[in-house]
């Protein structure tokens, strides 16, 4: 994600805490948590950059944090979907707002950081007028003076085809099609891989992001015997297993090849349910992991 004028772009925990004593206490402090690869965080980057170009620093400080890059600081204020805003005043968290609504995200900072002083750039930035739409004026309508007559027209030898041929390289493979039928078969096998399957960002002992993390010691709490997949490893599946489950993001739990859903749905469901995936469980806690050699599906790395 790039980032605004306006918007200063956090890579690391050590200016993070800096951050957060340089601010001033009557200063509002809007965290955006975003990944790369969540289009939502887009559309928050957006309206974002609009809103931080209507404040002062003094009146509030908008930082992006890359909730995968530094998840410690994404778990502080628990992070567990993208785009998640944390308002910060004094220290403290004043609100959060999930998701990528406009209307919920000006009406929080409004509410901390009160209505922006209206200036040039700032109507500017709030109108966000379309561009000049240019308007021709239609001719003059035909009246059939000009139409030719074809009734009686009949094609010549000399007239091209009325399509044109295509020689047998130039028509449509069935190769694309037979590749998502055989991408399609090996993933409905990796979902069943093991009763309880987690495709993850990276391995339970080097998990390459926040979300994962959770997931893996949630499993782990519950003494729960899991296969997993490093979608990290394998872009074919990473990006298949998206349309697959109809289900954009990872970590996704899958329980007897049906899709249970992301960290915030594992919450969920463990909260619901307090018995939840205790059929898969060795019976200690916090003896889960990884299950035997062949339901552990992490893909090869490349050489």
Request: charged share 20%.
């Amino acid at each position: 994600m790039s980032s605004s004028s306006s918007i200063e772009t956090i890579t690391s925990n050590e200016s993070f805490e800096h951050k957060l004593s340089d601010v001033p206490s009557h200063t509002l402090l809007v965290l955006n948590f975003f990944t790369d690869w969540a289009s939502p965080c887009k559309q928050m980057e957006s309206i974002l950059s609009d809103l931080a170009n209507m404040y002062t620093a003094t009146t509030a400080t908008f930082v992006n944090i890359n909730a995968e890059e530094l998840a410690d600081v994404a778990e502080r204020y628990n992070v567990s979907a993208v785009p998640y805003l944390v308002l910060l005043k004094d220290g403290k968290v004043a609100e959060t707002v999930s998701g990528s609504d406009a209307t919920n995200v000006r009406s929080a900072i409004e509410q901390h950081a009160g209505k922006p002083q209206t200036s040039t750039a700032a109507a500017a930035a709030a109108a966000k007028l379309p561009p000049e739409q240019k308007v021709e004026k239609p001719g003059p309508a035909n009246d059939g003076s000009n139409t030719k007559d074809l009734s009686s027209y009949a094609p010549t030898s000399s007239d091209p085809a009325t399509a044109p041929e295509m020689t047998a390289s130039q028509l449509p493979s069935t190769s694309t099609a037979s590749a998502k039928e055989e991408l399609q078969a090996r993933l409905k096998g990796l979902v069943s891989a093991a009763p309880v399957m987690l495709f993850m960002k990276g391995t339970p002992s080097v998990p390459q992001c926040g979300f994962s993390k959770q997931v893996v010691a949630l499993l782990r709490e519950r003494g729960v015997r899991y296969g997993f997949f490093n979608i990290l490893a394998d872009d074919e599946v990473r990006q298949g297993l998206k349309e697959y489950a109809q289900w954009p993001t990872f970590p996704q739990l899958w329980v007897d090849g049906d899709l249970v859903g992301g960290l915030d749905i594992v919450k969920d469901e463990i909260k619901a349910d307090p018995e939840f995936l205790k059929q898969y469980s060795v019976g200690k806690k916090n003896a889960g992991g990884p299950g035997s050699a062949e339901a552990e599906t992490q893909a090869p790395t490349a050489a």
